[in-house]
Antibody, heavy 127, light 107 residues
Framework: QVQLQQSGPGLVKPSQTLSLTCAIS??????????WHWIRQSPSRGIEWLGRTYYRSKWYTDYAVSLKSRITINPDTSKNQFSLQLNFVTPEDAAVYYC?????????????????WGQGTVVTVSS | AIRMTQSPSSLSASIGDRVTITCRAS??????LAWYQQKPGTAPKLMIY???TLQTGVPSRFSGSGSGTDFTLTISWLQSEDYATYYC?????????FGQGTKLEIK
C-alpha cells in the first residue's frame, strides 16, 4: 500500500521560504506510471493545484502559472521523496498544503486524478 | 483555466435521502471529471473519476453522471458517514482545477 508522509515547518515568516517534503512508502518516486503533486487549500482560494514532478525516462516538472516565479518542486531519489519550496511567502500563502499522487499507464502522461494524498500540513505565515 | 462551479454551496439532508450535487464547467471537458469527499481535518478522498467510474471501495450508493459541461454526483441513500464536503475537479486541461465545494450537512 502506497503512503505519503509529509514533513516540514508549519510556521513561516513573511518573505521567507516555505519548504515541505513528502516521503513515499510502498512505491518509488521514479515509478514511470506515477506523478507527484503539491496542492493547497485555503478558505479564500479553495483547492489550488501548485505543481507536479514525474519521471518518464527523464524528469519533468510543471507549475501553476501564478506561482511559476516562486515555486520549485524537486524529486529526491536517494530518499524516495519529493519537495516543495515556495519563496517570498505572504499571508496569502497560508493554507493547508497537501502532497498527492496519481497513477496512469506506464510511460503515460499524468492524468491528474489524485487518488493518493498526504496527511496535510497547516502552514501559517506570520512574523 | 477551466472554471468549475458547484451548486448548491451547502445542502441539508436526512439519513436515507437522495442527494444530488451539480458541477458546471466553463467549457466542454468531455468526461474528464472527478469527485472527492472531504471530512474535517482530513485530505480529500477520490470517489469518482471519468465522471461516472467509482473508485475501488466506494459504496454503490454513490454515482456520477454527465459530460461536456454539466455533471452530477448523486448519493442514493444517504448514510451518516456521507456527511462531508464534496468537490468536483476537472483534469481535461492543464492545470487541473477544483470546484468550490458543496457542504452536505445533517438535517
Amino acid at each position: 500500500q502506497v503512503q505519503l508522509q509529509q514533513s516540514g515547518p508549519g510556521l513561516v515568516k513573511p518573505s521567507q521560504t516555505l519548504s515541505l517534503t513528502c516521503a513515499i512508502s510502498g512505491d518509488s518516486v521514479s515509478n514511470e506510471s506515477g506523478a507527484w503533486h503539491w496542492i493547497r487549500q485555503s478558505p479564500s482560494r479553495g483547492i489550488e493545484w501548485l505543481g507536479r514532478t514525474y519521471y518518464r525516462s527523464k524528469w519533468y516538472t510543471d507549475y501553476a502559472v501564478s506561482l511559476k516565479s516562486r515555486i520549485t518542486i524537486n524529486p529526491d531519489t536517494s530518499k524516495n521523496q519529493f519537495s516543495l519550496q515556495l519563496n517570498f511567502v505572504t499571508p496569502e500563502d497560508a493554507a493547508v498544503y497537501y502532497c498527492a499522487g496519481d497513477y496512469t499507464v506506464v510511460g503515460g502522461v499524468p492524468e491528474d486524478i489524485f487518488d493518493l494524498w498526504g496527511q496535510g500540513t497547516v502552514v501559517t505565515v506570520s512574523s | 483555466a477551466i472554471r468549475m462551479t458547484q451548486s448548491p454551496s451547502s445542502l441539508s439532508a436526512s439519513i436515507g435521502d437522495r442527494v444530488t450535487i451539480t458541477c458546471r464547467a466553463s467549457q466542454d471537458m468531455s468526461s474528464f471529471l472527478a469527485w472527492y469527499q472531504q471530512k474535517p481535518g482530513t485530505a480529500p478522498k477520490l470517489m469518482i473519476y471519468g465522471a461516472s467510474t467509482l473508485q475501488t471501495g466506494v459504496p454503490s450508493r454513490f454515482s456520477g453522471s454527465g459530460s461536456g459541461t454539466d455533471f452530477t454526483l448523486t448519493i442514493s441513500w444517504l448514510q451518516s458517514e456521507d456527511y462531508a464536503t464534496y468537490y468536483c475537479q476537472q483534469y481535461y486541461t492543464y492545470p487541473p482545477t477544483f470546484g468550490q465545494g458543496t457542504k452536505l450537512e445533517i438535517k
